[in-house]
């Protein structure tokens, strides 16, 4: 079956630009996470959604950034004025109940965004 | 909040033998402990994982063990392939706002020389 998938794969903004990343969890999943991985380091937690409500928001790094989830399925992840330091590949994971279950994350491939 | 540490960064060994890395974590409460592997251009993808009830746990040549007093975990891999090279992370899971956030070590750099 089809699984976590992320777009665009690649994205290359100019500094102080918005940027949209869109997640497709796979279907059926409540759960959805977004993560960051910088250059050489380990993922970093962003916002877990359930549903379409997001309880733990608690690793969005500045005001800058927001996410949203419609449907209980699509996420759009949104950072606006983009810095240098934003550049990463942000991925986004999926699991089906989330909650207390402590079930498989699935990810997607990642976008990976540079700002120039 | 939840601190992950993972060793060695980089790990090389020759095709058959095996191969070990080690976390270890700080949050006593965290009961879920995932290894995911990640080749290049691909995102992480799940290979084992444990859960505080149970000590160790095999799949074919992959195991994971845990050690909850000592608050440390490792992953092993038997009888290693060229395929098995990539990039390994654990990852600690933390029930806090409701979900299963998990905190990732920074990542073991796998490389199985013929």
């Known amino acids: 079956g089809a699984g976590v998938s992320q777009s665009p794969s690649n994205k290359v903004t100019e500094k102080g630009k918005d940027v949209e990343l869109r997640c497709d969890p796979i279907?059926?999943?409540?759960?959805l996470y977004w993560y960051r991985q910088s250059l050489g380091q380990g993922l970093e937690f962003l916002i877990y959604f359930q549903g379409n409500s997001a309880p733990d928001k608690s690793g969005l790094p500045s005001d800058r950034f927001s996410a949203e989830r419609t449907g209980g399925s699509v996420s759009t992840l949104t950072i606006q004025r983009t810095q240098q330091e934003d550049s990463a590949v942000y991925l986004c994971?999926?699991?089906?109940?989330?909650?207390?279950?402590?079930?498989?994350?699935?990810f997607g491939p990642g976008t990976r965004l540079l700002v120039l | 909040g939840e601190n992950v540490e993972q060793h060695p960064s980089t790990l090389s060994v020759q095709e058959g033998d095996s191969a070990v890395i080690k976390c270890t974590y700080s949050?006593?409460?965290?009961?879920?402990f995932p290894w995911y592997k990640q080749e290049l251009g691909k995102g992480p993808q799940l290979i084992i994982d444990i859960r505080s009830n149970v000590g160790e746990k095999k799949d074919q040549r992959i195991a994971v063990t845990l050690n909850k007093t000592a608050k440390h975990f490792s992953l092993h891999i038997t009888e290693t392939q060229p395929e098995d090279s990539a990039v390994y992370f654990c990852a600690a899971s933390s029930l806090t706002g409701g979900g299963n956030k998990l905190t990732f070590g920074t990542g073991t750099q796998l490389k199985v020389e013929l």
């Open positions: 994971a999926s699991s089906s109940r989330g909650g207390t279950n402590q079930e498989t994350q699935y």
């Open positions: 949050d006593s409460a965290s009961n879920y």
């Open positions: 279907s059926g999943h409540t759960a």
